[in-house]
């Protein structure tokens, strides 16, 4: 489940643009699918064709500005995700 933006795309594609060349630089391999600005807000699968439950609506947030970005490898195990930081990019 994820949430996309209203506005703010523009700004964040060029944001997304850094976060691409600090990862190339970090000796990632570029993206090869277009970035779409979202937020990830649960993953979950479905069991033997179980439909996922409704969910409500998204909340009604206040605009907030982001001061750091964190870039994190994430690596699946038995356990589930573990996130380890590999880079942090100050915002001004």
Do not use: C, F, K, N
Request: proline fraction near 8%.
């Amino acid at each position: 489940m994820w949430l996309g933006l209203r506005s703010g795309q523009e700004e964040i594609g060029e944001l997304a643009g850094q976060v691409e060349a600090e990862s190339a630089r970090a000796g990632l391999e570029p993206e090869a699918r277009r970035y779409h600005a979202h937020l990830t807000l649960a993953r979950a699968r479905a069991r033997d064709g179980a439909p996922l439950p409704d969910l409500p609506a998204p909340p009604d947030l206040e605009a907030w500005r982001a001061d750091e970005l964190i870039l994190y490898r994430s690596r699946l195990g038995r356990g589930g995700s573990v996130y380890e930081p590999m880079r942090r990019l100050r915002l001004s």
